[in-house]
């Protein structure tokens, strides 16, 4: 049997394998569901309090992020990139919605995210 932490949708799984004999059959006894266990959190170290912006910059799909284009403070237009996405090893630039200034970034580079995460704010 083998011991392994699975993380899914940011619950973190300990759950047991048991080996089978190689026929291709199903085990005859399927191991219990494992309890999920409380992820740990990362702190991810933000450049201002999160939400701080009244315009929200959103991922459009999940991915992770691969690049901050914007600093807090830095004045933004509209379609300007904010940050930069990797999925499916493409790079998806997330721009701004509307004119603005970067009030926060919310998010670290390699941080995993869910579409419609929140990964920005501006004023």
């Known amino acids: 049997m083998k011991n392994y932490t699975i993380t899914v949708n940011g619950s973190v799984y300990d759950v047991v394998v048991e080996e089978g004999a190689g026929s291709g059959a199903a085990p005859a006894a399927a191991a219990p569901k494992a309890a999920p266990k409380a992820a740990p959190k990362a702190a991810a170290p933000k450049a201002a309090s999160a939400g701080a912006g009244s315009i929200r910059v959103e991922a459009g799909a999940a991915g992770k992020v691969f690049k901050i284009e914007a600093n807090v403070g830095q004045a933004v237009k509209r379609g300007d990139a904010v940050v930069i996405i990797e999925a499916m090893k493409m790079e998806i630039p997330v721009v701004a919605p509307q004119d603005g200034t970067v009030a926060s970034i919310d ?16 004023n």
């Open 107 to 122: 998010v670290a580079v390699g941080d995993p995210v869910e579409a419609g995460a929140l990964l920005a704010t501006l």
